[in-house]
């Protein structure tokens, strides 16, 4: 009757496939998933400051070439989207960790002023973009007299 309950032989690769699993799943916690195969995208860091005439977004744009990135601005809308290429090594013949991000990348903000677009000017230097956005200045508020009739 024991024999109905279990083959030893069946029960010999359960063993051997339980031990193999449990070792597959053990190095799990250590791997990183590279971000450039399983990542649709990346977001690039940015800051965006307020002074009194302008704003300044700075955005970090290591190895992304300037031909690559698209900056515009729709009312109080600012949009930047481009693409950082994969830069590999020649002669590579093992990767130990991809930690760099790659692919394309969109960043969207709303400023909370309009700004005057003609105004606006961008600089890329030294991996970083700034974008320089002047407030729209407001035209002078001016009463209206009202008349009796």
Do not use: Q
Request: glycine letters at 6%; a negative charge.
């Amino acid at each position: 009757m024991a024999g109905a309950f279990r083959d030893d032989d069946d029960f010999d690769e359960v063993v051997v496939m339980r031990a193999e699993m449990e070792r597959f799943f053990s190095h799990l916690p250590r791997w990183k998933k590279p971000s450039a195969v399983f990542e649709k995208a990346w977001k690039p860091l940015c800051d965006v400051y307020e002074c009194p005439e302008h704003f300044t977004v700075l955005m970090d744009l290591a190895g992304v070439d300037e031909n690559e990135v698209e900056v515009t601005l729709h009312g109080r809308v600012l949009n930047i989207r481009g693409r950082r290429n994969p830069i590999r090594p020649a002669g590579v013949k093992n990767t130990y960790l991809l930690e760099i991000s790659y692919g394309g990348f969109e960043r969207t903000f709303e400023l909370p002023a309009e700004v005057d677009a003609d105004g606006t000017r961008a600089v890329y230097r030294k991996g970083f973009l700034e974008i320089h956005l002047p407030k729209r200045r407001r035209e002078n508020l001016r009463s209206v007299d009202i008349n009796e009739e």
